[in-house]
């Protein structure tokens, strides 16, 4: 008996391994988080800003819309089987996002 619940724990317990999705803090999806968010970001700011929004206004209005695109990948994501929500890609949203901020915040108004 005590063998064949070490067998079944084993065989959980490398089912379990190969299920385990690979969520790195660094790859060429969290580059592209980051960018998109940037781009995301300006695009916003540039359009409340055409909506003659002033600066601040139009600012937060970005940072808004960017955290709603992040936001709603992840759930999106997490629908999927094949992906999960991941921390790790809202981390590099929120770095693209802060890097949109320092360029915005330079800008002529």
């Not at 079944?8 to 968010?37: E, P």
């Not at 600012?59 to 960017?66: D, F, K, L, Y």
Request: hydrophobic fraction near 50%; include cysteine.
């Amino acid at each position: 008996m005590n063998q064949l619940l070490g067998v079944c724990l084993a065989v959980n317990l490398v089912y379990a391994q190969t299920a385990v999705v690979r969520d790195s803090w660094f790859g060429i999806d969290k580059i592209k988080h980051f960018f998109m968010s940037a781009f995301i970001e300006s695009v916003s700011y540039s359009a409340l800003q055409a909506a003659r929004v002033n600066h601040r206004s139009a600012m937060a209005g970005a940072i808004g819309v960017t955290a709603a695109f992040g936001v709603g990948r992840e759930i999106h994501d997490s629908r999927n089987p094949n992906n999960h929500f991941s921390v790790k890609d809202l981390t590099w949203d929120a770095l693209g996002a802060g890097a949109g901020v320092v360029l915005l915040s330079h800008t002529i108004r």
